[in-house]
């Protein structure tokens, strides 16, 4: 099992940059995949961007070219850059870990924290 404890949300303006970290602790770090997730209000959950234990990345296509995502198994974190944001980038954004064991996906979040792109 694994803990996840996201930071650095807040509000920015148009344009501004935000870096968001998530600290895990509890289990084997480079075992897991790796995701952020958010949630604009009244909106369903969506995948951000997502890195492999192998550090192959994937991103939403609303995001690509602006957003990058990283891992730091030596600190047990995962970071996701955040350029050029848009009004549209506001939401909750959750940190995710997930692993396959014996067949089974394994699925563990944080608590979140909320990202508010505004002038």
């Known amino acids: 099992q694994v803990q996840l404890v996201e930071s650095g949300g807040g509000l920015v303006q148009p344009g501004g940059s935000l870096r968001l970290s998530c600290a895990a602790s509890g289990s084997i770090f480079s075992t897991y995949g790796l995701g952020w997730y958010r949630q604009a209000p009244g909106q369903q959950r969506e995948l951000v961007a997502a890195?492999?234990?192998?550090?192959?990345?994937n991103y939403a296509d609303s995001v690509k070219g602006r957003f990058t995502i990283s891992r730091d198994n030596t600190k047990n974190t995962v970071y996701l850059q955040m350029n050029s944001l848009k009004p549209g980038d506001t939401g909750v954004y959750y940190c995710?870990?997930?692993?396959?064991?014996?067949?089974?996906?394994?699925?563990?979040w944080g608590q979140g924290t909320q990202v508010t792109v505004s002038s």
């Open positions: 995710n870990a997930r692993r396959n064991i014996l067949g089974s996906w394994y699925d563990y």
């Open positions: 890195i492999t234990r192998n550090g192959s990345t």
